[in-house]
C-alpha cells in the first residue's frame, strides 16, 4: 500500500503562483509514476500533468508553459509549480502514484484563483 499527502492548495489572485507538493509514504519501489490531476465543481477530473521516475515531464495543453511538474526521488515528493494562474485553474487537485500496475490517489487540495 502506498499512501498520498497533498499540501500547498490555497486562495492566490489570478496571476499568481502556488506550489503543490505531495508526499508518498509505504511500499514504495523505482520506476514508479507520480502526477497531478484535478477536479473543478461540476466537472470530470482530468489530467494536468505526469511525470516518470527518470523525471520526464508530460503536460495538458491547458497548463504548458505555465506549470511545472518535479519530483524528489529521495523524499518520495511530487511537486506542481504552478505560474500564471487562471481562474479556470480553480478546482481540487489531486495527486496519483502508479507502481506495478496499482493506481494510488490522495485526498485532494483545493486551489482558488480570484479574478
Known amino acids: 500500500q502506498v499512501q498520498l499527502v497533498e499540501s500547498g492548495g490555497g486562495l492566490v489572485q489570478a496571476g499568481g503562483s502556488l506550489r503543490l507538493s505531495c508526499a508518498a509514504s509505504?511500499?514504495?519501489?523505482?520506476?514508479?509514476?507520480m502526477g497531478w490531476y484535478r477536479q473543478a465543481a461540476g466537472k470530470q477530473r482530468e489530467f494536468v500533468a505526469t511525470?516518470?521516475?527518470?523525471?520526464?515531464?508530460h503536460y495538458a495543453d491547458s497548463v504548458k508553459d505555465r506549470f511545472t511538474i518535479s519530483r524528489d526521488n529521495v523524499k518520495n515528493t511530487v511537486y506542481l509549480q504552478m505560474n500564471s494562474l487562471k481562474p479556470e485553474d480553480t478546482a481540487v487537485y489531486f495527486c496519483?502514484?502508479?507502481?506495478?500496475?496499482?493506481?494510488?490517489w490522495g485526498q485532494g487540495t483545493q486551489v482558488t484563483v480570484s479574478s
Open positions: 511525470i516518470t521516475y527518470f523525471g520526464s515531464p
Open positions: 496519483n502514484f502508479l507502481q506495478g500496475g496499482n493506481l494510488y
Open positions: 509505504g511500499s514504495i519501489f523505482s520506476g514508479n509514476n
